[in-house]
């Protein structure tokens, strides 16, 4: 499902990405972890071409974007197209406050693919209802805790129907009572089959519902491998440092 070679980035003259060569394959779920800084997030934002990588290949489903001198990389409706396949969580919610909560989750297949108002009703309605927030579809934003509002943006991703979702740390700005919700959700939509990139620093979760770990430092994969093998018994001593930390709570 996803394919990653030699992919680069740089800002300046300050490597965040060096030379990262991946492959994922149709419904495996991957945790990327590693320490501020390491590239996780740039990653992500890679693969969604919301930041454009200085070099490299990346492939997602059937499209495939080459990146660097002489390459025309991905422009316009394509970049449209792709980027409908490749659903995106952030860490902050990002709806839109004019909108009821329905609303949020209707406007991409509106807006975006096209679809009839009352078709895209029912497939938001849909979506909530795996969230659990079918009884919150006329609610205003602004009403919502920071969790509910999280899993409003899952379902509006969802309802994008992606062939990919990748999640940014999307528990990292709710308070600690309410990221059990939220991964509950993420562990579901695995459990379906989603492919799925979740960078996190909630280790349970890394070790419970991921198939694989990558850890990151530096701009560089430094380890992967089955989740629990690498959590329980990294190799290398950047990773067994950085998770002494976890282990130790």
Request: aromatic residues 6%; charged residues 20%; hydrophobic residues 45%.
């Amino acid at each position: 499902m996803i394919r990653i070679d030699g992919l680069q980035k740089s800002y300046g003259s300050n490597p965040v990405l060096r030379d990262i060569n991946l492959r994922i394959p149709k419904g495996e779920v991957v945790a990327l972890i590693g320490p501020s800084g390491s590239g996780k997030s740039t990653l992500l934002r890679c693969l969604n071409v919301l930041v454009e990588p200085n070099s490299g290949c990346i492939e997602i489903g059937g499209t495939r974007m080459v990146f660097g001198e002489g390459s025309r990389g991905i422009r316009g409706k394509d970049l449209v197209g792709f980027r409908q396949s490749t659903g995106m969580v952030f860490q902050h919610f990002n709806l839109f406050p004019h909108m009821t909560v329905i609303g949020n989750v209707m406007e991409g297949p509106v807006t975006a693919r096209k679809m009839p108002k009352d078709k895209a009703r029912a497939l938001a309605m849909k979506q909530l209802e795996a969230v659990g927030l079918a009884d919150k579809a006329d609610a205003w934003p602004s009403s919502l805790s920071g969790g509910q509002k999280q899993r409003v943006a899952i379902a509006r991703a969802v309802a994008m129907e992606p062939d990919v979702m990748l999640f940014d740390e999307a528990t990292s700005a709710l308070d600690p009572e309410l990221v059990g919700e939220v991964l509950g959700v993420m562990q579901k939509l695995a459990s379906e089959g989603m492919t799925m990139i979740v960078v996190t620093h909630e280790m349970a979760f890394a070790r419970e519902v991921a198939d694989r770990v990558i850890f990151m430092a530096g701009g560089y994969v430094v380890e992967e491998g089955p989740a629990k093998e690498v959590i329980d018994n990294p190799k290398q001593p950047q990773t067994k440092a950085f998770l002494s930390h976890f282990h130790g709570a």
